[in-house]
């Protein structure tokens, strides 16, 4: 190779400050924000003074919080849900038909993925203030799919690309209906991709806060929405402590995924 | 009149401009065993989807027992397929795979059960029921295809080249296999092959397709000994095919004369052709002999290649063609690259193609 590893001699220790840097550009505001939330100063200090848990003594005493992270979670959940169902559908035909202007129709289902976040946030709201939905669950649920869907045809139509049509041919041979076939042999056959698809929309819509902040009313709000406008009011350490367990949730969403990924592909 | 077992009537089917099947008609008798055999892009498989319903076709008609089978959709045509790549589902067990039309069909767990482990014996993977495809090999995973498409009983089993992605030596075993179960259970199978000698060692009878047609229908030895076309001739065995500048036809022979003058007489004559003219003469490599007498095709030697059993000697003609023989070493010992001699051959195992 033109550039192999071990005979870059010095460089390789830049490689590895590089890496490490980059690693903790990454990381370091993340624990930072996690060891404020665990701090005793009222002015988050840095490093704390003393250790508390107080603070989320607090947050989970609110009950506004609560509702947003169960807002948050509804939406998500919906929004997710959702996706995966339209990305089937639009992944099915991306792959399997022969239409003209299939790849147009690829490339737009894509746009979300590269429109300026705050140009879908100002139209959707635009475009829902005059059909009443926003501040709406149903509001939030459309605005959060359409995030998340270019996401889920990617994961889909992946796997759907990697599942040779031929088996679903011999399902139906076999006497199966065209729909049937897909829902027992090839839905089953390509679950992985599906799981993908609801777990990369799931995580979109968690972590969403542009278009949520179009969305919300002072009534419903998700979590990144409640941060962002508790942070406006004062800088109090509860939203450390809320912002951690943002991340701390989206950890475990990743790593359950990743079990359970593992355990699929046995 | 009776009706034929299965019937396809020219059959036609267009994708745009490109005709991949012309005026296909077969007549299959009940438990035949038969062989689409041609070149890529000839239009086998899609005479095979025609049949299994993926494919409507343009123009025909496609009868099972007298009764036209084009208005059935697929699933409920009943008919057996094994596919060329390996369809098995990933996510089901061997057992599950065989059970899976069974289930469709709403049959009993216990005759369920039953079947699978007659149809497990019948590819002989008994004990094979617990694992999963993705721990076969490819031999075992098309015969767990087989045994699939077989359990539902179907009246007819298309195979689309189910063999080819398999080595020669497991391809062998498992030719043999497909033979004893077309035995055993008697269903009719229509077969694709672009292996010549797969479909001679498996078939009852060999259809020839070629650029959407069928060429020749017949047994092996019919489309070894008598070529209907120049394009079997070329394709079934190996052959020579010698220049003709003259050919005079009468009835069912010809008296042929090649460029060099010498001529030969009662030589078959094939396809109908009966103007007189050129053409090209065929004639297997194993057919031909050395002369002793010096009468025959002057030739000269090229090159003698050793291979065991037998040996092959290339030869020039006169006017520069080349032509090969294979024959038993003993017989060709005074064959040396550079010496001229003579070919002879049964006038009768070669033949004239206009
Ligand atoms: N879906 C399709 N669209 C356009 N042309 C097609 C399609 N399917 C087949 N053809 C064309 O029809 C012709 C016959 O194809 P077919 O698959 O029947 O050949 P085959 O004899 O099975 O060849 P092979 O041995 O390569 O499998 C080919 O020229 C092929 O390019
Ligand atoms: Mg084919």
């Known amino acids: 190779m033109l550039l192999s590893y071990r005979k870059l001699g010095g460089l390789r220790i830049a490689l590895w400050a590089i890496t490490l840097a980059v690693c ?8 930072f924000i996690a060891a404020l939330s665990f701090g005793s100063s009222q002015w988050l200090i840095f490093p704390p003074p003393s250790w508390t848990t107080k603070w989320y003594h607090e947050l989970f005493a609110d009950p506004r919080w609560l509702q947003a992270a ?3 979670a509804k939406v998500g959940l919906l929004s997710a849900a959702l996706s995966v169902f339209l990305g089937l559908l639009a992944s099915f035909a991306l ?16 746009t979300p993925m590269v429109l300026p976040v705050i140009v879908f946030a100002v139209a959707i709201y635009a475009l829902f203030l005059r059909i009443g939905l926003n501040g709406t669950l149903v509001g939030f649920v459309i605005a959060h799919t359409v995030l998340g869907f270019p996401f889920a045809v990617i994961a889909i139509v992946n796997s759907l690309e990697g599942f040779d049509k031929s088996i679903e041919d011999a399902a139906v041979l076999c006497g199966a209906s065209p729909l049937q076939a897909k829902l027992k042999v090839t839905l089953p056959a390509i679950k992985l991709g599906l799981f993908s698809a609801a777990i990369f929309s799931f995580l979109i819509s968690w972590d969403e806060v542009v278009v949520a902040i179009f969305m919300a009313s002072p009534t419903l709000q998700t979590l990144p929405v409640r941060i962002w406008g508790a942070l406006r009011q004062d800088l109090s350490p509860v939203i450390a402590a809320a912002s951690t367990i943002l991340v701390a949730f989206t950890l475990v969403v990743m790593a359950l995924a990743a079990l359970i990924r593992s355990r699929m592909n046995k | 009149m009776n009706t034929m077992f299965l019937s396809i009537d020219k059959l036609r089917k267009t994708y745009g401009a490109v005709v991949a099947v012309d005026n296909v008609s077969l007549e299959v008798p009940e438990g035949e065993f038969l062989t689409f055999l041609g070149p890529s892009g000839s239009g086998k498989s899609t005479t095979l989807y025609a049949l299994a319903g993926f494919d409507e076709p343009s123009a025909g008609d496609i009868r099972l027992r007298g009764a036209s089978i084009l208005s059935t959709p697929s699933h409920k045509r009943n008919i057996g397929m094994v596919f060329q790549r390996y369809t098995l589902f990933p996510h089901l067990s061997v057992h599950e795979n065989i059970a899976f039309p069974l289930r469709v069909r709403h049959q009993s767990a216990s005759d369920i059960a039953a079947r699978v482990k007659a149809m497990l014996t019948l590819v002989r993977l008994e004990g094979y029921g617990a ?9 075992q995973q098309q015969r767990v295809a087989l045994a699939r498409a077989l359990a539902y009983d179907p009246p007819v ?5 189910p063999l080819s992605a398999l080595d020669k030596k497991l391809r062998e075993e498992i030719q043999i296999e497909i033979r004893r179960i077309h035995q055993e259970t008697g269903v009719t199978i229509l077969y694709v092959t672009h292996d010549q000698e797969e479909a001679l060692r498996l078939s009852d009878r060999i259809a020839v397709f070629n650029h959407g047609r069928i060429e020749q229908v017949g047994t092996g030895r019919e489309l070894y000994h008598n070529p209907a076309t120049r394009f079997v ?3 079934v065995g190996d052959s020579n095919f010698l220049e003709v500048a003259d050919a005079e036809v009468r009835g069912e022979r010809a008296r042929i004369t090649f460029p060099d003058g010498t001529t030969l007489a009662n030589v078959p004559v094939h396809g109908g052709a009966s103007a007189s003219g050129t053409g090209e ?3 297997r490599p194993q057919s031909l002999r050395l002369s002793t007498d010096g009468s025959g095709l002057p030739v000269r030697v090229r ?3 050793f291979l065991g059993d037998t040996s092959t000697v290339l030869f020039e003609t006169a006017w520069g063609q080349e032509i090969w023989l294979r024959a038993a070493a003993s017989q060709i010992n005074n064959a040396t690259p550079g010496a001229n001699c003579h070919l002879e051959w049964n006038a009768t195992e070669s033949h004239w193609f206009a």
Do not use: Q, Y
């Not at chain 1, 792959?95 to 894509?110: D, M």
């Not at chain 2, 694992?131 to 031999?139: D, E, T």
């Open chain 2, 157 to 161: 089993l298309l195979m689309d080249e």
């Open chain 2, 303 to 305: 090159d003698v290649t």
């Open chain 1, 70 to 72: 169960m807002t948050s």
């Open chain 1, 24 to 31: 903790l550009f990454l990381l370091v505001p993340i624990i």
């Open chain 2, 281 to 283: 003469l065929m004639v």
């Open chain 1, 95 to 110: 792959v399997r038909g022969s239409f003209p202007g299939r790849g147009i129709l690829r490339a737009l289902f894509l």
């Open chain 2, 233 to 235: 001739a070329g394709f």
């Open chain 2, 131 to 139: 694992r999963m495809p993705a721990h076969l090999s490819g031999g």
